[in-house]
């Protein structure tokens, strides 16, 4: 049979009154759907193995993933039979608009679960600010992102021990802030005021050395030296010691080098501390006589 006699009888399989229309587009629309679910899922699966951290979240995405298809394969195969390729386009439509609305936080949710493992803004052990909260990750699984809380009940940035569950739904709602996206320092500063009479050189002095003895191991990894920067006030000097910190060591080194600023300050006679106060000064005007003369 030519090719011409091929096209005609496949017409007549195809044709509104034939009987075989239905199965016909049934298997095709099958075929087509079965072979993108193959081909994407080989593709996400290399993806996603390669970046997940914890295997058993891999897993479970994946089963949902093979079920999310499976409902919507068999919904198009039954829809398909009809034969009708304009009811096979509304009604997938339609089937798109009622999935997209009825399961929008769990569909947005594995979606943010899969920006996370695949661009990794973030990852297990990282310190996170998301949604106001502050806390180490502990994991990223297909709901919720659990972290540790830092602060929280307490001030400052020490482990709380409490668990905060953050629905991956929020994220690209969100601001997500990483102490630790490119390295696992951050720049932290202790500040002191002292007064203008006070030896600035002796002062600055101290701060960074302080800041030097309790950041060594960092700057021979980092080579990064402690530095201080200054602002004058209205009752005295600002001063701020700058230095790399181990992002989830910060209270610790802050407190070490305040605890050595403090000592040397305090044996230091030409520095002193300063704080908001007011004074007055009476001197007299140059070529005026005092009530006594």
């Known amino acids: 049979m030519d090719f011409t006699g091929l096209v005609t009888r496949a017409a007549g399989l195809l044709s509104s009154d034939s009987p075989y229309r239905g199965p016909i587009v049934s298997l095709t629309t099958l075929a087509v ?4 679910y193959r081909l994407i899922t080989r593709v996400l699966r290399r993806y996603v193995n390669a970046r ?25 195969v039954l829809i398909s039979y009809s034969g009708s390729l304009a009811t096979l386009g509304i009604s997938a439509a339609f089937l798109g608009m009622i999935m997209g609305w009825s399961l929008q936080a769990p569909v947005t949710g594995l979606a943010a679960w899969l920006m996370v493992v695949l661009k990794r803004p973030f990852k297990i052990g990282d310190r996170v600010i998301i949604a ?47 102490y630790t996206f490119e390295t696992k320092y951050v720049l932290d500063e202790v500040t002191a005021m002292i007064t203008f009479e006070s030896d600035l050189a002796e002062a600055e002095k101290i701060m960074i050395a302080a800041a030097r003895e309790v950041t060594a191991d960092i700057i021979a990894d980092t080579k990064q030296e402690p530095f201080v920067r200054i602002e004058l006030t209205d009752w005295g000097v600002r001063l701020r010691v700058r230095y790399q ?23 230091t006679p030409s520095v002193e501390f300063c704080y908001p106060h007011t004074e007055i000064l009476y001197r007299q005007k140059a070529g005026t006589k005092t009530a006594a003369e």
Do not use: C
Not at 33 to 36: E, F, G, I
Not at 142 to 168: D, F
Not at 169 to 176: C, D, G, N, R, S
């Open 33 to 36: 759907v079965w072979l993108a």
């Open 52 to 76: 997940v951290q914890k295997p058993e979240n891999a897993q479970n995405f994946f089963l949902v993933w093979r079920y999310v298809w499976l409902g919507i394969i068999l919904v198009f």
């Open 132 to 178: 106001g909260i502050t806390g180490d990750v502990v994991d990223i699984n297909l709901t919720h992102i659990i972290l540790n809380q830092v602060g929280g009940t307490i001030g400052g940035e020490e482990k709380s021990g409490r668990g905060v569950l953050i629905p991956n739904a929020i994220l690209f709602q969100q601001v997500v802030y990483n």
């Open 245 to 267: 910190a181990l992002a989830m060591d910060r209270q610790r080194i802050t407190s070490e080098v305040l605890r050595r600023v403090l000592r040397e300050f305090a044996g």
